[in-house]
Every structure is written in structure tokens, then in C-alpha cells.
């Protein structure tokens, strides 16, 4: 799904037109035509107010992660993530001494109630969200929740970050702006916010492309760290990707993107419950690359995730169970199954065996 052909004309375009740049040292903070593409992009998804002066490229969004643990998180604060939640973010959060608390999550993404009751208790050093088809969870965000958390980080002082390498994944209607956009209708909310963006999930995690666009004391912090870390992001990987947003390719991209992981999604749903019917029980995504499931134990069936992932690779599939994707309280009958890299007849041979793991 690569598009190859389109990488390889930015590739060519960076070193005829600037190879100088391409192939020197760069500025920490980020090369600064990627920096304005990058700005653009965000203005296309409706942020309408982010200068490229405020954001830093980073090398991939993994790093904006461990930037933000660096920054902000000394031993013994407390962070709130979702339950469950991307497992590197838990790993890179807990090696700088954060404790963590889980904040649960239902089908509209992370039960606000609670999370405010949770802000309340913990007052934590920051919140940490996936707020558009999570990782693992596939969970959406509703717009009024999304709203609702704005205007919590305002009451409390807390710091935001909103993690959204999936957004733009969609498979019908696009999901509610993302909490970037919508703080410019929550007074404050801004100066509490951090979001990270990525061009993993829709061109290539190869080029290690990343972004975070963040208050500026914290985003100079940021860069100070990152400046002793990499001093910077490849200034070859960012000047092809400044001319692959340049060349105006990634609408077709991401119009092509989504109609196969559409496809792959609907299929991997229709296989799971024609092939386990009870067994399993799951929320049909609607978009990113993850259906999370839970195994119900339906008739004395297996009901543990681990379990379950011992037997399927016997079959010869492999998927991950949940339970490392808490922080704590895992719910040990979870699992996630990836439609992001199997074909639609892989994805129905790969669940049929998982019906014979059973
Ligand atoms: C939620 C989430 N955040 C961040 C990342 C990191 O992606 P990258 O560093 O490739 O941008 C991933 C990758 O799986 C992810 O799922």
C-alpha cells in the first residue's frame, strides 16, 4: 500500500531542489518547509490557528511521547491514561516514575464523569489521550465529550495531551474535530494542550516522521531535550516528506488508505462473526487499523486472551492479547486483532483458524 512511486518523486525532488538541506545537519525544532507543509496539513483537518513556529517535527510520534515524559513527568507524578492504552506509551511514561492511573472507556471513548472524578482525586501532571480510534481500543471520542475534557483541563490546570496517529483513518463520516480544533472554542484550553501527530499510519513509519504542536515554554523544553537525544529529526526523511505534502499527493493517499482499510475492517468483522459468533464479542470499527475485542466464554468456550494467543499461533495467527495495554485493572479477556497489513483473504483465512483455537 506504500506509495512508492509518490515517495520516490518527493525523494528525487529533495535532492534536485535542495540537496544541501536534505543531506546536512538541520534545526532541532524541525527543517522549515516540512514545518509549514505540516502546519498546512493540520489547517486541512480544521486546527485553523497552528503556525509552524508551533510545532516541532519529531521522529516519529513515539518521540513526542518520550519528549513529553522527559518535560514533564518526575518520579512519583501521577498521569492518567485510558484503559486500555497504547502499551509503548505506558512503558515510556513508567521509566520516568510516573505512577499511572486508568480511566475507563466505553464505546464514545473515555467516560468524562469518571475522568473528572479522577482529575479530581489524583490532580495529575498530565492526561493522555487517544481521542480518534484508539490504540488498541477503536474507540471514538464523541464531540461533546471532547468538549467537555477542554473544558476540564481549564477547571483543573491540567495539561492535555491528545495522541492522533489514526484520525485520519476513517471509514465513512470523519470522525468530530480533533481536540486541537475544538480548543479554539474553549477559552484556555489551548495553553493546555498537546497534540502529536504522525505520518506513520497513513504514509510510512519507515521515514520516522513525527509532530507535536504544544504550548511554547513546554515545546522549547521539548526541543532542549530532543536537541541531546538526536538534535534532529533526519533532514532526509523531512525534506521528502515536505515535498510529498508539497507535491498535494496525500489527499489521493489518504482517500486510498482509507477505502482498504475499510474493506480489510468489514471483512475481519463479517469473519469474526459468522466464524466465532458468541465466542467474541467486539465493537465494529469505524476506522484505524484494530478491532479490540473480548472472548465472552459463551458455552464454556476459552475466555482468556492469553490463553487464546498460545493456541491461535499454534494455528499459525498471531494477534496481541489486552492485558498488557492497561496500567492497571486489566480486564483479562481482551484482545486486539490487526486488519492493517493482511489482504481480505489472509484476514478470512487467519480467522478462520482462530475459530479452530476456540
Ligand atoms: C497511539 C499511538 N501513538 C503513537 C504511536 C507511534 O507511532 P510513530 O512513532 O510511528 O509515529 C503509535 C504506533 O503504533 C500509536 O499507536
Known amino acids: 500500500m506504500f506509495d512508492v512511486e509518490g515517495i520516490r518523486a518527493a525523494t528525487n525532488q529533495a535532492l534536485n531542489e535542495e540537496p544541501g538541506a536534505a543531506l546536512q545537519y538541520g534545526a532541532t525544532e524541525g527543517y522549515q518547509p516540512l514545518r509549514e507543509q505540516l502546519a498546512a496539513f493540520m489547517h486541512s483537518k480544521g486546527a485553523l490557528d497552528v503556525a509552524p513556529e508551533q510545532l516541532i517535527v519529531t521522529t516519529g510520534s513515539q518521540q513526542a511521547l518520550d519528549l513529553l515524559g522527559k518535560t514533564m513527568i518526575s518520579p512519583g507524578d501521577r498521569v492518567i491514561v485510558e484503559g486500555p492504552?497504547?502499551?509503548?506509551?505506558?512503558?515510556?511514561?513508567?521509566?520516568?516514575?510516573?505512577?499511572?492511573?486508568?480511566?475507563?472507556?466505553?464505546?464514545?471513548?473515555?467516560?468524562?464523569?469518571q475522568l473528572e472524578q479522577l482529575i479530581a482525586e489524583h490532580q495529575p501532571k498530565m492526561v493522555y489521550l487517544i481521542p480518534t480510534f484508539g490504540n488498541p481500543s477503536g474507540a471514538l471520542l464523541s464531540l461533546a465529550r471532547r468538549k467537555r475534557i477542554l473544558e476540564l483541563a481549564v477547571k483543573y490546570q491540567t495539561l492535555i495531551v491528545e495522541d492522533d496517529p489514526y484520525g485520519d483513518l476513517y471509514f465513512g463520516d470523519a470522525p468530530p474535530p480533533s481536540m486541537l480544533a475544538l480548543s479554539a472554542q474553549v477559552p484556555g484550553s489551548r495553553d493546555l494542550l498537546a497534540h502529536c501527530g504522525s505520518l506513520s499510519k497513513?504514509?510510512?513509519?519507515?521515514?520516522?516522521?513525527?509532530?507535536?504542536?504544544?504550548?511554547?515554554?513546554?515545546?522549547?523544553?521539548?526541543?532542549?531535550?530532543?536537541?541531546?537525544?538526536?538534535a534532529h529529526t533526519s533532514t532526509f526523511a523531512q525534506a521528502t516528506a515536505a515535498q510529498y505534502l508539497k507535491a498535494g499527493r496525500m489527499p489521493a493517499t489518504l482517500t486510498h488508505v482509507r477505502q482498504v482499510y475499510a474493506e480489510?475492517?468489514?471483512?475481519?468483522?463479517?469473519?469474526?462473526?459468522?466464524?466465532?459468533?458468541?465466542?467474541?464479542?467486539?465493537?465494529?470499527?469505524?476506522?484505524?487499523?484494530?478491532?479490540?475485542?473480548?472472548?465472552?466464554?459463551?458455552?464454556?468456550?476459552?475466555?482468556?486472551?492469553?490463553?487464546?494467543?498460545?493456541?491461535?499461533?499454534?494455528?499459525?495467527?498471531?494477534?496481541?492479547?489486552?492485558?498488557?495495554?492497561?496500567?492497571?485493572d486489566p480486564d483479562t479477556s481482551t484482545l486486539r486483532l490487526s486488519f492493517a497489513t493482511a489482504d481480505v483473504a489472509r484476514i478470512e483465512e487467519g480467522v478462520a483458524r482462530l475459530a479452530q483455537a476456540l
Do not use: H
Open 264 to 328: 480489510r475492517a468489514g471483512a475481519m468483522g463479517n469473519a469474526l462473526r459468522r466464524e466465532l459468533g458468541d465466542a467474541i464479542e467486539f465493537v465494529q470499527p469505524q476506522g484505524g487499523l484494530f478491532v479490540w475485542a473480548r472472548l465472552t466464554g459463551a458455552n464454556g468456550k476459552i475466555s482468556s486472551g492469553a490463553e487464546f494467543a498460545k493456541r491461535a499461533i499454534e494455528k499459525g495467527v498471531a494477534f496481541v492479547p489486552g492485558v498488557p495495554f492497561y496500567a492497571a
Open 202 to 230: 497513513v504514509l510510512s513509519p519507515g521515514l520516522r516522521v513525527g509532530w507535536m504542536i504544544a504550548p511554547p515554554a513546554l515545546l522549547a523544553n521539548a526541543t532542549m531535550c530532543k536537541q541531546f537525544s538526536d
Open 85 to 113: 492504552t497504547f502499551l509503548a506509551t505506558i512503558q515510556c511514561f513508567r521509566l520516568y516514575g510516573a505512577q499511572l492511573i486508568s480511566a475507563p472507556v466505553d464505546g464514545n471513548g473515555v467516560d468524562t464523569d
